[in-house]
């Protein structure tokens, strides 16, 4: 594990962050366990948002007591100020702090949720004023468009953004991370596993560790996972690893979506999720996680042939702005389950 400092923030920051979305799922000891043994092993950046459940509780209720050790990040994805300004008040209690270090504005991914929250009246604002009084230190933005994000961050508001970045999306590195560094901008990186796919995990951990961010979020719910993740980054990656991984990117990231769920099918398929996968799925194998998403997918996966609306002209296809093939990669994945 690595130590850099994020951007103008000033702040250390350890190359492993802590992604706190999936602790409300496991029980609350096992949650500060984790989260206890990640700070003990010098995890100083914790990730929640104020939409993960209780996430935010957990947190205040297992590593308030730490609160120097730890940068703390969370996110709100209202786009209006009153809203906005409602949910800052409710994290800093519900974690039981006086500051948030760094506050995102959550998954923006079009035009005019962006417009939205930059308005005069828009989540921005409350942002800001909080930031004035002293409540919040910084402010990011996250996303799943990098070349939007790209854009957005020009004029100078934000200090940081998180952004998809793994073996199966490196898409950030295309314009975003530049325009970062160029900025000087805190660089975080998210689901480096696509979300319970991409295996062996050590492999996809170390990709983006060998890339130019700052912080890796990784999910993690139990000390196991907590040492797991911490092993993977325990050496740095030499130039030819880093050139393996980057070929092994370009590969599995051929399939080029973004995960901005723009598409939406009527059978209810997971359209990226299984765009994203299916390289992986054919080349690496998946995760347990993954597997069980192709097996409750089934039924709707192979139905997708016989998808009457959609056989003239696919309804996901005309709403996808990088105009995907997503049809005959949904139809591609059926074939595997024959
Ligand atoms: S083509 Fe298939 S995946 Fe796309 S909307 Fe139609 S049924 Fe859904
Ligand atoms: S298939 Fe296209 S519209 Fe759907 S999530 Fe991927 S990039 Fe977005």
């Known amino acids: 594990m690595r130590y850099t400092t994020f951007g103008k923030t000033g702040y250390k920051v350890s190359s492993l962050g802590f992604g706190a979305m999936n602790l409300p799922g496991v029980p609350l000891e096992q949650a500060r366990d984790a989260l206890n043994y990640a700070l003990d092993q010098g ?12 996430s935010e509780e957990i947190i205040g ?9 730890y940068f703390l990040a969370t996110k ?18 519900r974690m039981k702090t006086d ?11 079009h035009v005019h949720e962006f417009q939205a929250a930059m308005a005069e009246d828009g989540a921005y604002k409350a942002a800001l004023e909080m930031k ?19 854009r957005w961050i020009g004029k100078g508001q ?17 314009e975003l991370i530049p325009e970062c560094t160029r900025l000087n901008l805190g660089k975080v990186a998210m689901k480096p596993l696509s979300g319970g796919f991409i295996q062996p995990v050590e492999k996809a951990l170390r990709y983006p560790y060998s890339q130019d961010v700052h912080v890796t979020i990784s999910g993690m719910v139990s000390v196991e996972e907590v040492k797991q993740n911490i092993a993977a980054q325990e050496t740095e990656v030499g130039e030819e690893e ?15 979506c973004r995960r901005c769920n723009y598409c939406s099918c009527p059978l209810g398929i997971a359209i990226p999720d299984v765009m994203i996968s ?41 709403k996808c702005p990088y105009h995907l093939p997503m049809q005959a990669t949904i139809q591609k994945a059926a074939m595997a389950y024959a």
Do not use: W
Not at 76 to 93: C, F, G, M, P, V
Not at 99 to 109: G, K, M, P, R
Not at 242 to 256: D, Q, S, T, V
Not at 300 to 309: G, H, L, N, V
């Open 242 to 256: 880093k050139r393996g991984l980057e070929l092994l990117a370009e590969e599995l990231g051929g399939h080029n």
């Open 278 to 318: 299916s390289r992986v799925r054919d080349t690496l194998g998946l995760l347990p996680k993954g597997q069980g998403f192709y097996e409750r997918m089934k039924e709707k996966i192979t139905s997708c042939a016989d998808y009457e609306p959609c056989k003239e002209k696919p309804l996901c296809e005309e």
């Open 132 to 150: 004035e009084k002293g409540y919040v230190r910084f402010i990011g933005i996250t996303g799943h468009r990098p070349e939007l994000l790209a």
């Open 158 to 174: 934000f200090d940081q953004v998180l952004f998809h970045l793994n073996l199966a999306q490196p898409f950030a590195l295309q």
């Open 61 to 69: 209720e297992s590593i308030a007591h730490r609160r120097s050790e």
């Open 76 to 93: 709100t994805n209202k786009r209006d100020y009153k809203s906005a300004k409602e949910e800052i008040e409710r994290s800093l209690q």
């Open 99 to 109: 500051v948030i270090d760094l506050l995102q504005i959550h998954y923006v991914n």
């Open 43 to 54: 995890i100083n950046y914790i990730d929640t948002a104020a939409g993960y459940r209780n």
